[in-house]
């Protein structure tokens, strides 16, 4: 076999756990080879303790799969693993370090299943003699000061969104041009369980709402911003505890709530056949999906090269065309439907590996 570390045609392994499954790839420079989402079993998930303490399972069924499909460990040049809930970083690629996978497995600022990226990355590429990388996690965090004073000094905005899938459409979006993320204006928005919208000036989202944690548009499963004292009054009612209402914003709120399904495809048939509820509500999420992107054509100050369509919701050519009925005054609207996230965890270990970009260094709290 040739030697994938002598050539520009680099061999990554591309690690993304999710919460009951990982998905795997595996890319010869920009040729996917590979792909799978493997499941795990909730009694197999059982047994551990804590997300972290799922390492050994997770990287016992990445090997399996290498094997099953004749990929000699030894051939890679690097493995990429998504990244997790580590303190705020700019964005890019990192190498994992030390700190970097401590922080992980303590779970600095909660336990999530992509804390395991950075973690199973560094065990299989530390056997092999190969840096391991993580790119673009949620929590990075280029938010201009401005944008992060709240109305009230006990609480501040924070930076959490889809910073991979983000980038890298941003980054796509740019090469189309001809040009480079760090000379345009775009603004993305990711439409999928959680939807963001960022503002990202010359390869900086200087302003982004937080899409985890009940800010922003409603989305098939999330509330996004509510009235606040309607909200407060609703939370000491004593009708509703403190799960049911969380629950409310983050997993059973947005079209779940109002529609009984987060099933954007379901939502659509039922506006197909006639119902004007569907149709009221999905179209008052495309209105909010608006809102939330002239809000960051303001944050840009009109300098908008384009606006950027993407994630699962995205493929909805009618949710689409209702955004850009409303923003299509600001700068062309292009669609960019899907995530693609393996493809954009190995370019960004190409663009190291390929010397077009050099990796960061994680260096904890600051």
């Known amino acids: 076999m040739q030697d994938a570390h002598a050539t520009e ?7 993304n756990p999710g919460s009951t499954s990982t998905k795997i790839a595996v890319f010869d420079g920009d040729t996917q080879l590979v792909e799978s989402n493997l ?3 909730v009694e197999a998930l059982a047994e551990y303790e804590s997300i972290a303490d799922q390492y050994p399972l997770r990287k016992r069924v990445i090997l399996e799969f290498l094997r099953e499909h004749e990929i000699e460990p030894a051939s890679l040049a690097a493995v990429v693993g998504r990244g997790g809930l580590l303190h705020p970083i700019a964005g890019g690629t990192y190498e994992v370090n030390d700190q970097m996978v401590s922080d992980l497995q303590v779970g600095v600022l909660g336990e999530h299943a992509s804390n395991l990226g950075g973690i199973i990355a560094s065990e299989i590429a530390g056997e092999l003699g190969v840096p391991a990388y993580i790119v673009d996690p949620v929590v990075v965090d280029e938010l201009e000061e401005v944008a992060r004073v709240a109305g009230i000094p006990e609480l501040s905005r924070t930076s959490i969104f889809h910073a991979l ?3 890298a459409v941003a980054r796509r979006a740019a090469a189309e041009r001809g040009g480079r993320y760090d000379e345009l204006n775009f603004i993305v928005a ?3 369980g959680g939807t963001t919208v960022g503002a990202h000036r010359r390869g900086r989202v200087i302003d982004v709402n937080d899409g985890l944690n009940g800010d ?4 098939p499963e999330r509330s996004g911003g509510l009235p606040a004292l309607k909200l407060l009054k609703l939370a000491f009612s004593g009708e509703h505890d403190a799960g049911w209402l969380k629950k409310r914003i983050k997993g059973n709120g947005g079209l779940a709530a109002h529609l009984g399904t987060n099933d954007a495809r379901e939502v659509q048939k039922r506006i197909d056949a006639g119902d004007r509820d569907a149709k009221l509500v999905f179209e008052a999420m495309a209105y909010q999906v608006a809102k939330e992107i002239g809000s960051m054509a303001a944050v840009l ?3 908008v090269d384009a606006i950027l369509l993407t994630g699962g919701v995205a493929h909805n050519e009618q949710f689409c065309r209702w955004v850009e009925d409303r923003v299509g005054f600001i700068a062309p609207v292009e669609v960019y439907p899907g995530e693609n996230e393996m493809r954009a965890l190995a370019e960004g270990a190409l663009r190291v590996l390929r010397g077009a970009e050099e990796a960061r260094r994680y260096r904890g709290a600051q």
């Open 301 to 303: 100050e009109g300098r």
């Open 190 to 192: 990711h439409l999928g």
């Open 9 to 15: 045609g680099f061999r990554i392994l591309a690690i």
């Open 165 to 167: 899938n983000q980038k």
């Open 216 to 219: 922003g548009p409603f989305t």
């Open 39 to 41: 499941t795990h079993s």
